[in-house]
């Protein structure tokens, strides 16, 4: 145990006080009892700050902390691309996808693909992400804040595992995406200051005796040259996760699409925004979150490399396995911090954990049970919600030592899987969006190929990239798609979007957000080249 009682005291108030607040914020008025839209989309009165931090609340989880800390320690801010070509997907999404969900005021994913494609694209897709979410997302996440809780505490995994499992279903089930959404507020401060302490401890111990968290900076930029580079070359290590100039110009914009524009957890609380400039103010401050977060999880992974080369610190778990190093950084923190920063860790798992048990369970219930039970009350859909939240978390609890523990990198990992959908997915979205001509038969010859393909080409040419693969992927669906649905009767009418009733319009302060973000993730690429 390396939890003194201060932190344990630190701990208990934090968890305390967010199941407190969920329940208050999940309370209804006497006589008002949760409907679909109360449960699911938190009744569509999201504000912007809400959105902007559930949204960095649900995407910043165990994967990501121990995950890129790992890849820090491994590879450097080359892993970084993950955080920052990200913010500017957000933007793309806050312009020109979000006025065309909202105008359709739709649920979930799946139903907007209803409402273009038919029935059949709606059963598959929701199919895939029920699955995916489940197996690999809520595994992964599980597995590695396990990970984390079980270096501190010495507890065993699984016992680690389903505390953080119980802990995220009971303060979200009551309420839904609300309690959800308003407790991220606090999740992210929590996040960013606990981020920031061990960011500064780790940056003081690299520069011993000269003292200051900017020294330590100085001296691993200096003594660390290859890590502070965003562009590897093709003798680098790690080029078969991110192959230099590709990790800009291939894949990884799919994955970016895949996961800030129709990802049902993710893209959830947009669609529970007061109105379309809530949304879009709501990601724009996304996206500036996102430009931070590379600060508390890279940098103190390369920080630890130079502890450990410079004798600090036993490097020997951390060669053994880099995932290891978001647990080790902790033990580094002094008692208080530490139980902040262990906080910090909690508030970001159970976050992103309470956020996809109630995607899953959106579209589960709206877009597979209700087509089947179509006549039942509101009531009923919000208790089958929660039953399918108590069920999928206790499948993923199940699932994660053999899904993920036998692999060298989480974060890589869930990658790679989610590679294997994303380019199907962006293609009948984008294509669903933007060309009528695009039918049914188009879309399901997307999604099909975007399995077969990443298959024929994972185990025929292993050598590949896998973000060049997913590229190769993406570019051989769309030729496929649009063949596929030449070739066959057009859609119906009233199935393609119709572009010249949207507006696509932004504030002057969506804007100036939006251009900020964009001069600042062009000038830290330029210094990192």
């Keep these: 145990?390396?939890?003194?009682?201060?932190?344990?005291?630190?701990?208990?108030?934090?968890?305390?006080?967010?199941?407190?607040?969920?329940?208050?914020?999940?309370?209804?008025?006497?006589?008002?009892?949760?409907?679909?839209?109360?449960?699911?989309?938190?009744?569509?009165?999201?504000?912007?700050?809400?959105?902007?931090?559930?949204?960095?609340?649900?995407?910043?989880?165990?994967?990501?902390?121990?995950?890129?800390?790992?890849?820090?320690?491994?590879?450097?801010?080359?892993?970084?691309?993950?955080?920052?070509?990200?913010?500017?997907?957000?933007?793309?999404?806050?312009?020109?996808?979000?006025?065309?969900?909202?105008?359709?005021?739709?649920?979930?994913?799946?139903?907007?693909?209803?409402?273009?494609?038919?029935?059949?694209?709606?059963i598959t897709t929701s199919i895939y992400w029920i699955i995916l979410y489940t197996?690999?997302?809520?595994?992964?996440?599980?597995?590695?804040?396990?990970?984390?809780?079980?270096?501190?505490?010495?507890?065993?995994?699984?016992?680690?595992?389903?505390?953080?499992?119980?802990?995220?279903?009971?303060?979200?089930?009551?309420?839904?995406?609300?309690?959800?959404?308003?407790?991220?507020?606090?999740?992210?401060?929590?996040?960013?200051?606990?981020?920031?302490?061990?960011?500064?401890?780790a940056l003081d111990l690299v520069s011993g005796?000269?003292?200051?968290?900017?020294?330590?900076?100085?001296?691993?930029?200096?003594?660390?040259?290859?890590?502070?580079?965003?562009?590897?070359?093709?003798?680098?290590?790690?080029?078969?996760?991110?192959?230099?100039?590709?990790?800009?110009?291939?894949?990884?914009?799919?994955?970016?699409?895949?996961?800030?524009?129709?990802n049902q957890y993710i893209i959830q609380r947009a669609l529970g925004a007061e109105n379309l400039n809530e949304a879009q103010k709501g990601l724009a401050f996304a996206a500036f979150l996102k430009l931070l977060i590379p600060l508390i999880v890279v940098i103190p992974g390369?920080?630890?490399?130079?502890?450990a080369s410079q004798g600090t610190i036993d490097g020997t778990a951390l060669a053994a396995k880099s995932d290891n190093t978001y647990g080790e950084l902790i033990k580094l923190a002094p008692v208080g911090v530490r139980g902040l920063v262990f906080a910090a860790l909690i508030a970001a798992i159970v976050s992103s954990?309470?956020?996809?048990?109630?995607?899953?369970?959106?579209?589960?219930?709206?877009?597979?049970?209700?087509?089947?039970?179509?006549?039942?009350?509101?009531?009923?859909?919000?208790?089958?919600?929660?039953?399918?939240?108590?069920?999928?978390m206790l499948i993923a609890l199940l699932l994660a030592r053999p899904f993920i523990g036998g692999f060298e990198s989480g974060f890589q990992t869930v990658q790679e899987y989610s590679g294997f959908v994303a380019p199907g997915i962006v293609i009948v979205f984008l294509m669903g969006f933007f060309w009528k001509r695009m039918n049914a038969a188009g879309a399901f010859t997307a999604l099909l190929a975007s399995i077969a393909l990443n298959l024929a080409l994972k185990f025929g040419a292993p050598d590949i990239p896998f973000i060049i693969r997913v590229w190769i992927v993406f570019m051989g669906c769309l030729a496929l798609a649009v063949v596929a649905s030449l070739a066959t009767a057009p859609p119906e009418d009233g199935q393609p979007v119709q572009l010249g009733k949207m507006q696509f319009s932004t504030q002057a302060l969506f804007n100036g957000l939006a251009l900020s973000v964009v001069t600042l993730l062009v000038g830290f690429y330029i210094i990192l080249w």
């Excluded at 802990?167 to 960013?192: E, H, P």
């Excluded at 290590?237 to 914009?253: K, Q």
């Excluded at 589960?364 to 069920?391: C, K, N, P």
């Design 135 to 201: 197996a690999v997302n809520l595994t992964t996440v599980l597995w590695l804040g396990g990970l984390a809780v079980v270096s501190l505490t010495g507890l065993p995994i699984f016992t680690a595992m389903a505390l953080l499992a119980g802990f995220a279903f009971l303060y979200s089930v009551y309420g839904g995406l609300k309690a959800v959404a308003l407790t991220d507020i606090i999740q992210v401060v929590i996040l960013i200051v606990g981020g920031l302490f061990i960011t500064w401890v």
């Design 1 to 122: 145990m390396t939890l003194a009682t201060t932190d344990l005291i630190i701990i208990a108030v934090y968890a305390a006080g967010l199941f407190g607040i969920a329940f208050w914020v999940s309370r209804e008025k006497s006589g008002h009892a949760k409907n679909t839209e109360d449960y699911f989309l938190a009744g569509r009165a999201l504000p912007w700050w809400a959105i902007g931090a559930s949204l960095i609340a649900s995407n910043i989880s165990a994967e990501q902390i121990i995950g890129q800390s790992g890849q820090g320690y491994a590879v450097g801010m080359a892993i970084a691309a993950y955080e920052w070509q990200a913010a500017i997907v957000l933007i793309i999404v806050a312009k020109w996808f979000l006025p065309i969900f909202l105008k359709h005021k739709i649920y979930t994913m799946p139903q907007f693909l209803d409402a273009r494609y038919g029935s059949g694209v709606r």
């Design 209 to 262: 005796e000269e003292g200051g968290a900017l020294a330590g900076f100085a001296r691993i930029y200096e003594a660390l040259p290859g890590h502070f580079t965003m562009i590897l070359d093709e003798q680098h290590p790690a080029y078969g996760d991110l192959p230099g100039i590709w990790t800009l110009l291939g894949g990884l914009w799919v994955l970016h699409f895949s996961y800030w524009g129709f």
């Design 302 to 307: 390369i920080a630890m490399l130079q502890l």
């Design 353 to 392: 954990l309470a956020s996809m048990m109630n995607s899953i369970s959106t579209i589960f219930t709206m877009d597979l049970y209700r087509s089947w039970q179509a006549d039942r009350r509101d009531e009923h859909y919000v208790l089958v919600g929660r039953i399918t939240a108590f069920t999928v």
